[in-house]
């Protein structure tokens, strides 16, 4: 069982954060990470897509990169958010680890789980949320989920 | 879903979905009485219809006033999601509805509400699906029913006409060794007294004309998701694992995890089938559900003093209720329904068929219709009436045999209840 930061941190990150690399992002507008990362960049977020097989073709206004080392370096990515199989996190983590100075979060999508890449991200002070999603997550906690009559446990008598 | 503080039951039910208004900061959730919704502009209108973004379009899918009362049921029965529809039995079709295809089946107990028993051993066979019924007692018998055609397996949790618990653990385990969603109808019970997904349920199902809005005001209808069951771990549900051809080939599994059932519940179930719950009828359900654990609390103090007191009765033969220590199933309520067997029963009287019929004549406070789960005690000849078109096997397998009157008991005055009981009884055996 993963245990997964709280409400009160998840906002943090998804108010905070800015830049998102999202690593294995498909350019087949059915696929989930194709949802993810225009949700994400509709919400303003910067959506860096990486994918060796369509490196250097656009998406939501920026260039799909071959890997991690060959994002710019002025582009300071926040979140790495992960579409790999469980088996393929570690490499990816460790190269993300040594690449991206300013990682503050590992993000793994739904049904990818890696408890060595957690535990090493952990150690070097980056934040890890393993089988979620961040636009559900998004969608949850500002309210979106709650148009379609899905459990958002968010109980308020603000406005 | 949420890792954040937990609530208590009373709290939940009344805050759980709903938030003051953020146009007018009205603190009752508003009746949102329109049908369709503005767009932002042309790419927020495409993200919606695309299912990129959750949001408004047309009130046939989504609509404020109901998606509060979506978010209350399910969070109340601790699902990830829930979709409401215009009745129980409009429920039970939108439940199986993305399991379910021509030459598919259903294991079903025979121990269920007459209109369900009809509804799935003859309409749904117009749909190319068959109900096998099963006395779900006899788990061999479960397990002897289910075949490679089988999607699902359904029950009542407490279930109508009241006296029988189905031992949710058992049949869970039965669902699961064969990779099947068990569907669990918790009308009778309501979430305050058994929360069938904590037993194993995949799906829960409400008629929430019933206690949920307690009054016998509105029809409604709720399908809850546990959010637990695996659709892509086997071929057998294509419409959750499969590519949809309505949506670009998209998979509603892959793409929504474990919300992916409620999701199809709307873009699929209320859009094609168009069962939907108004937001008049979703107001009065969330005005009951606010006072739901009070009213049940005392709808189970009642129904145990009168079923006591019938069951001492020399002009009763027999009570059904659970929560009898006479009843086979006594055992099964501090496991499954903790807080209480229910507010239904039947009681079988001295005199039979003809009794019966004297004796719903004669009661002047039990109203005679074909409800329950309503503040008003209520009562019904289930052999005369609901379960008129049942054969008399069916009848008494139900447990509505031509000597059973069926009683939903109110949240009146016991004692009053109990006079007016008295002389009626009176009444019958002359």
Known sequence: MTKNPSDELLRKILTESKVFACVGLSMNPVRPSYFVARYLSLKGFKVIPVNPGHAGKMLFGQEVRADLASIPADSTVDVLDVFRRSEHVLPIVTDALARLPGLKTIWMQIGVENAEAAALATEQGVQVIQNRCPKIEYQRLFGELRMGGFNTGIISSKL | ?430
């Not at chain 2, 294991?107 to 009809?118: D, E, F, I, P």
């Not at chain 2, 009763?316 to 309520?333: H, M, Q």
Request: with cysteine; aromatic share 8%.
């Open chain 2, 1 to 430: 879903m949420s890792d954040g503080p937990s609530y208590g039951f009373d709290t939940l039910q009344i805050h759980a979905g709903a938030r003051p208004d953020p146009a007018t900061g009205a603190r009752q959730t508003p009746i949102y009485q329109t049908t369709a919704y503005v767009f932002r502009d042309a790419d927020h209108a495409a993200a919606l219809f695309n299912l990129q973004e959750v949001g408004y379009i047309y009130s046939r899918l989504t609509n404020p006033t109901v998606a509060v009362l979506q978010e209350r049921i399910a969070t109340l029965e601790g699902g990830v999601g829930a979709v409401c529809c215009s009745s129980g039995h409009a429920a039970q079709i939108m439940a199986l509805f993305p399991l379910m295809g021509p030459g598919l089946n259903i294991v079903a107990s025979t121990r269920l509400y007459g209109g369900s028993v009809t509804q799935l051993s003859h309409t749904i066979k117009r749909f190319g699906w068959e109900a096998r019924f099963v006395d779900f007692d006899d788990l061999d018998a479960v397990k002897a029913a289910i075949d490679d055609n089988t999607r699902a397996i359904f029950c009542e949790s407490i279930a109508n006409p009241g006296g029988y618990i189905t031992d949710l653990d058992a049949i869970a385990g039965v669902a699961d060794g064969a990779g099947l969603p068990l569907i669990v109808d918790n009308t009778s019970a309501t979430p305050y007294l058994c929360r069938p997904i904590e037993h194993g349920a995949t799906l829960v199902v409400h008629s929430t004309t019933k206690y949920l809005t307690g009054n016998g005001t509105v029809t409604g209808g709720c399908v809850v998701d546990s959010g637990n069951f695996d659709w892509s771990a086997s071929d057998k549900f294509p419409s959750l694992s499969a590519p949809e051809p309505a949506y670009h080939g998209l998979k509603f599994h892959e793409t929504f995890g474990n919300l992916a059932y409620t999701f199809h519940g709307i873009a699929i179930g209320l859009r094609d089938l168009g069962m939907t719950m108004n937001p008049q009828a979703a107001h009065y359900t969330l005005m009951g559900t606010e006072t739901l654990s009070l009213r049940m609390e005392r709808h189970v103090e009642n129904a145990e003093k009168l079923a006591a007191w019938l069951e001492a009765d020399p002009r009763v033969d027999f009570v059904t209720y659970a929560g009898l220590k006479s009843s086979p199933y006594y055992e099964r309520v501090e496991r499954i329904c903790p807080k209480g067997a229910g507010a239904l029963f039947t009681v079988a009287i001295k005199g039979g068929y003809d009794a019966c019929v004297k004796l719903v004549n004669g009661l002047e406070i039990f109203s005679h219709v074909a409800n329950l789960g309503d503040a008003r005690s209520l009562v019904i000849h289930s052999a005369s009436t609901t379960h008129r078109q049942l054969t008399t096997e069916q009848q008494e397998a139900a447990g509505a045999g031509p000597n059973m009157v069926r009683f939903s008991i109110g949240t009146e005055d016991a004692d009053d209840l109990i006079a007016d009981l008295d002389q009626a009884l009176t009444k019958a055996m002359n």
